[in-house]
């Protein structure tokens, strides 16, 4: 399910640095051509935003919980 790559993706964002969106979607293992999983990733972070734990720079995501 798509709630699976919530708890992942928290894991790949809490390492040190930046993380461009496609390297998370690559260690999230989702393909280019998978669109809903994108969008579901895509809606997460959003969301992650949205809280305050991260935010989206020019370089990419950074955790700042």
């Known amino acids: ?24 979607l690559s260690r999230l293992g989702i393909k280019p051509k998978e669109q809903e999983a994108i969008k579901a990733v895509s809606v997460q972070l959003e969301n992650l935003e949205g809280y305050g734990l991260v935010r989206s720079s020019r370089r990419g995501w950074i955790w700042i919980a």
Request: no cysteine; proline share 4%; net charge negative.
């Open 1 to 24: 399910g798509v709630r699976s790559y919530d708890k992942q993706l928290i894991e790949i964002l809490k390492q040190p640095g930046t993380h461009t969106s496609e390297e998370l």
